[in-house]
C-alpha cells in the first residue's frame, strides 16, 4: 500500500458520506492535511453542506460541497489517481454523487469503522472496535509511515471526528489506544478545549429553543417498551429556521430518561423522512434500522430513512415496538 501510494499516485480525492458530521468532515480533512504536507494534490469533496460549527476546521474551497459546485467537483474527481471513502461503506450514503462515481474505474481506499462493508474498494482499512474514523485515520497514516506529516490543522481535524463520535469520551471510547492517540493529537498542537467549545457550547439561540420544543412538545416516551420519540416536520423546522447541525445530538437526549434504553428521531426532509436511532446496552438500532428503514450502523447508533409519510413512518416505528419487547426489556 504504502510503495503504490508513494509512487503511483499523484492526485488524491477524499470524500466523506453525505450529510456528514464531525467524525466524516474530520477524518477527511485530517487525512487531506497530511497528504497535502506530504506533497500530494488532495482535496476533499463532501456531498452536501455540512453543520456551520465545523466551518473552522476548513477554508475557503476546503472542503468542496458537491451540491453547489458540481462542474469543479467532477473535473477534480476526474483528474484524481485514487479515491478515498472515509466513514461510510455503502454507495448508497454518497447522496447525488453516487450517480456520477457509478462508473468510476479509480483505486479506492476505504477507511471506515462501521460493519458489514459494502463497498468493493482496492484496499480496505476497517475497524468496527475503534471509536471512530478519525482514529482509525490516525492509525492508517501511522501503518503506512506518514504521522511526520499531520499538522496542526490535521490534528485538531482528527480529534474533532474522536470528540464527536464519543460525545466528548461519554460512549463508545473504553480502548487505551484512544487515548494514546488524543494524547499524541494534543502533542501536535490540537485544542482539546476548542473542539469541546465549537461542537457543544456554538449553538444558535433558535437550535436552543428547538431542542426546548422537542422535549416539551415532540418527546414521547412508551415505558412499556422502553423507548422514546422524537420527530418533527418540515413545517416546523421551517417555523424554527433549520440550518444543517441544528437537530444534531438531539436524539440523545431521551436516554437520560430513567428506564429508557432506546431513543428515535423523526424528521421530515424534502421527498423522505430521515432516521436517528440510539440506544444502551445490548440492544441493536442497526438490525432494527436495516430491517425496517433501509439503515445501518452501531450497535448503538445508527441512521435510516423512509419514503412512507411522517404520519406512516411514525405509526409503522410505533407498531414495530411490541415486537421488539423481550429485546428491550433484557436491559433493565
Known amino acids: 500500500m504504502e510503495e503504490w501510494l508513494r509512487y503511483d499516485v499523484k492526485r488524491m480525492v477524499i470524500i466523506p458520506h453525505v450529510n456528514p458530521d464531525g467524525d466524516a468532515i474530520g477524518s477527511a480533512l485530517g487525512l487531506n492535511d497530511v497528504m497535502n504536507n506530504a506533497g500530494f494534490e488532495s482535496c476533499v469533496i463532501v456531498p452536501n453542506d455540512f453543520p456551520v460549527y465545523l466551518n473552522w476546521l476548513g477554508s475557503e474551497g476546503i472542503p468542496w460541497i458537491y451540491e453547489q459546485n458540481i462542474d469543479r467537483c467532477n473535473k477534480l474527481i476526474d483528474q484524481a489517481d485514487v479515491l478515498f471513502f472515509l466513514d461510510f461503506n455503502d454507495v448508497k450514503r454518497l447522496g447525488k454523487l453516487e450517480e456520477y462515481l457509478s462508473t468510476n474505474t479509480k483505486k479506492i481506499v476505504l477507511i471506515d469503522h462501521h460493519p458489514d462493508p459494502q463497498i468493493k474498494a482496492d484496499y480496505l482499512f476497517s475497524d468496527t472496535n475503534v471509536s471512530s474514523t478519525a482514529e482509525l485515520v490516525y492509525d492508517f497514516v501511522d501503518a503506512i509511515g506518514m504521522l ?117 428521531f423523526f424528521m421530515e426532509k424534502h421527498d423522505q423522512v430521515k432516521i436517528s436511532f440510539r440506544s444502551k446496552g445490548s440492544f441493536a438500532t442497526n438490525d432494527f434500522s436495516g430491517a425496517h428503514f433501509s439503515g445501518g450502523g452501531h450497535r448503538n447508533a445508527s441512521g435510516g430513512e423512509s419514503k412512507l409519510s411522517m404520519e406512516e413512518a411514525l405509526k409503522l416505528f410505533r407498531a414495530l415496538l411490541p415486537e421488539y419487547s423481550e429485546r428491550l426489556e433484557k436491559d433493565c
Not at 444543517?244 to 436516554?255: I, M, S
Request: glycine fraction near 8%.
Open 148 to 264: 511526520d506529516h499531520l499538522g496542526v490543522k490535521g490534528a485538531n481535524a482528527l480529534l474533532t471526528g474522536i470528540i464527536a463520535d464519543t460525545g466528548s469520551f461519554s460512549h463508545n471510547s473504553s480502548r487505551s489506544p484512544m487515548y494514546s492517540i488524543v494524547g499524541e493529537l494534543i502533542k501536535r498542537g490540537a485544542d482539546k478545549e476548542k473542539i469541546n467549545e465549537s461542537l457543544y457550547n456554538n449553538f444558535s439561540e433558535k437550535r436552543m429553543r428547538l431542542l426546548g420544543y422537542c422535549l416539551s412538545e415532540k418527546m414521547e416516551i412508551f415505558p412499556q417498551y422502553r423507548t422514546a420519540l422524537i420527530w418533527l416536520s418540515a413545517e416546523e423546522l421551517k417555523r424554527f429556521d433549520f440550518h444543517p447541525g441544528d437537530t444534531e445530538g438531539f436524539v440523545n437526549y431521551p436516554l437520560s430518561v430513567k428506564g429508557v434504553v432506546f431513543s428515535a
